[in-house]
């Protein structure tokens, strides 16, 4: 039976992968340098999502300005009306802005070396959300002129907007530098190139285009680690690495 060919698709622009690590007289991942579009690339996502999470907060602030009585255009909206629609449109922005923010950091993450300045990179879409809904649900909550069930509809729905933001800007797989480089040397040691492929609905990266692994994918993605990572995909397949398959069999003989 002949064997179908499959269609290669790049997953970004760069050409080449630019890696720039190494291994230290120590036998430690250390990085040289890394410059051009994957810094660049990370730094646009941040700068649109730091936008998007002033959007939201701004929608909250007009929310607020509603609320105390300072701004009374859109007569023909109710206020109960006119800040459940703030907040959803503040969740909206938030949310958005929190997954552009995911993928920079998946692109440049930071080092675990600074604990506090990993923590808060990965964290900072899960603050923004708090910044973005706390101010305004304890206001409502705490405001005498609003009667009861419109204090408890608009609360609810900022309690429910603010749970979404939340776990939605919640990294449940934060990549660090560390991590990064070390995926990007075990690629290097077996593909020169750096290349690795993955499938539409691969859970993770691999570095053989021939990987058995693909053998239903009538569609293979071609890119970096970087890649790779950017699109929530930070294991490798085991079968593509040979020295990993390895380590795993003597895990599971140690068991």
Known sequence: MEKKEKKIVKASTNKKSNVDVGIDSHGKIVKIEHKGEPKERATSKRIIAVCLWLVGIFFEVVGILRLKNVIGWLPSLSDTTFLIICLILDGIAVIIGSQFWKKA???????????LKFWVQNNLGVIISVIAFLP????VLTDKEMDKKNKTIVSVVGIIVLLIAGVSSYDFNPVSEEQLLRAEQEVLN???????YWAPNSKKYHVKQDCPSFSRSETIIEGSVRDAFE???????RRCIPE???DHNHEEEAE
């Open 136 to 139: 305004i649900i304890i206001l």
């Open 231 to 237: 699109a929530g995909l930070t294991d490798p397949c």
């Open 190 to 196: 077996v593909n020169p190139e750096g290349t690795v």
């Open 105 to 115: 950091n998946h692109i440049d993450p930071a080092s675990e070396k600074n604990a």
């Open 244 to 246: 990993l398959e390895e």
